[in-house]
């Protein structure tokens, strides 16, 4: 199939097959958009934009559930949401075509860093070009058109896929998207969360072998201990100090280091080491000692570094700093005109549909619930809901028994058409790769060899 216009999508099987990320992600499929301008004014020609469905489309193709991931999902939902999706659950694929789009300058298969600059024959690298949350909504309304997608019944993210679900009603036509449920998220990105994200990027930075970014971009050349950092910090705001204190408090553990690097640990001067009660320097340990918290950390970081890259981190972090739904949108004023924050948010808030649902986890110290409660306060007709969690801003990707009855008891209040038979499958043809899957475990492993 193809299609000669610019600016709308064709179907492709091919994707990027050297694209090592990509291929981590199941089932996936591949639409190729002829010409894209981005918001920054830079075109891209063939841009591929990776994304996942459940379900089929209703005969007034309208039946559209839009999934928005988070900074380093992908387009395969089950794989992050696995709880949530299915017959009866929140994203139900038997009465919704559920849609879930990889954004630009992820890794895991649409346009990024990784792809191939058409001008050098080469990988981007750090010469991707800025693309924003606006950009992302342009691009998979895109893949929707050519899926025949007459409309979008709600849009569902966390994060900075609550960023984009609060972008798709305004970049979108009147009416395209019927509802709305924003997640841990915000009407732009403050100082804090912009803070956050520098730190990361300079932990990037200070890795020598970050090379400006033109280290060989798969997992092995990556600037490890840099993206590991940067891992390691953003996990302390994606949790809490409740949940640190209640998982490890002052828990010890034997980390388990290979010979290598126990040799080349450096040997601290006798004046650094404790004493013995004899007041002889205590013997160095091979082995040492370490709280749990930190093996915890450390693991978090290896574990992300086989599945990210740097450049695609720096890439969506800066387009997180970019959100702000009043950008652009608000007319010129004089000093002495000037509006509330409020009033800003609610005139360009006002233009999204109303009786938005808007949840909030009560233990976020990233996206605080007070930045929820003001887009409930500026959506027209919104609800709040704040969920109990210890587990702070990752609450949205972990307490799935409440985000389920939420969601839920929502979508049966603004969708009563879609469950007028509680009992059957309005449709028939359901295609998913949901039931495959095997449940993925989350425990403790107090000794952990890295
Ligand atoms: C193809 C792709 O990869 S797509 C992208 C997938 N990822 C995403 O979509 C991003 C969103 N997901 C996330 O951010 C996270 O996965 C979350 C929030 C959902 C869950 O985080 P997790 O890391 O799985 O949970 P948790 O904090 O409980 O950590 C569990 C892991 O830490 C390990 N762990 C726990 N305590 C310790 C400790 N003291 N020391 C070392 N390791 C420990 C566990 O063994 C477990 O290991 P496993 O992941 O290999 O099973
Ligand atoms: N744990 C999530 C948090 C970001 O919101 C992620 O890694 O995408």
């Not at 804090?192 to 072998?209: F, H, K, L, N, P």
């Not at 798969?218 to 409740?242: C, F, H, N």
């Not at 949840?359 to 976020?364: G, K, M, R």
């Amino acid at each position: 199939m193809t299609f000669k216009t610019d600016k709308e999508a064709e179907l492709d099987t091919s994707g990027d097959q050297n694209n090592y990320y990509a291929s981590l992600v199941q089932g996936q499929k591949i639409a190729r958009v002829s010409t894209f301008t981005l918001e920054s004014g830079v075109s891209l020609d063939s841009v591929p934009v990776a994304y996942s469905t459940w379900g089929a489309l209703n005969e007034e193709k309208h039946n559209v559930l839009v999934i928005c991931h988070a900074l380093t999902g992908s387009s395969d939902a089950v794989d992050w949401w696995r709880p949530l999706i299915g017959p009866g659950k929140a994203l139900d694929y038997s009465r919704y075509l559920i849609f879930c789009a990889n954004v630009l300058g992820s890794p895991y298969g649409s346009a990024s860093p990784l792809s191939m600059n058409p001008e050098t024959g080469g990988p981007y690298g750090p010469s991707f070009p800025e693309t924003t949350i606006r950009d992302d909504v342009r691009m998979q309304k895109l893949v929707l058109d050519t899926l025949g997608v007459q409309g979008v019944a709600v849009v569902i993210g966390g994060s900075m896929g609550g960023m984009t679900t609060l972008e798709w009603p305004l970049c979108t036509p009147p009416g395209y998207v019927k509802n709305i449920v924003p997640i841990a998220t915000s009407a732009d990105h403050g100082a804090w969360g912009i803070s956050w994200g520098e730190t990361q990027r300079q932990a990037i930075y200070s890795d020598s072998t970050f090379d400006n970014g033109w280290y060989k971009p798969v997992p092995e050349g990556q600037p490890r201990m840099g993206l590991g950092t940067a891992r390691t910090i953003a996990m302390l705001t994606y949790r809490s100090q409740g949940s640190f204190e209640s998982r490890f408090g002052r828990k010890r553990t034997i980390a388990l280091k290979s010979k290598e690097e126990t040799d080349s640990l450096p040997t601290p001067p006798p004046s650094h080491r404790g004493s013995m009660s004899d007041g002889t320097p205590e013997p160095l340990r091979l082995s040492p000692t370490r709280f749990s918290s930190q093996n915890y950390l450390q693991y978090q970081a290896n574990k992300f570094l086989s599945r990210f890259d740097a450049n695609c981190y720096i890439h969506l972090t800066k387009k997180m700093d970019s959100h702000d739904v009043t950008q652009g949108r608000l007319p010129q004023r004089s000093d002495s005109n000037l509006q509330s924050r409020e009033k800003d948010l609610q005139l360009v808030l006002g233009r999204a549909p109303p009786n938005a649902l808007v949840i909030s986890v009560e233990s976020d110290i990233l996206f605080r619930p007070e930045q929820q409660r003001e887009l409930a306060r500026c959506l027209p007709d919104a609800k709040f809901v704040s969920i109990e969690s210890p587990d702070g801003h990752d609450g949205f990707l972990l307490e799935f028994d409440t985000l389920n009855d939420v969601i839920v008891s929502h979508l049966k209040d603004c969708f009563p058409s879609f469950y007028t038979n509680e009992s059957e499958c309005p449709i028939e043809a359901v295609e998913t790769h949901a039931d495959k899957r095997v449940h993925s475990v989350f425990g403790e492993a107090e000794t952990v060899d890295f």
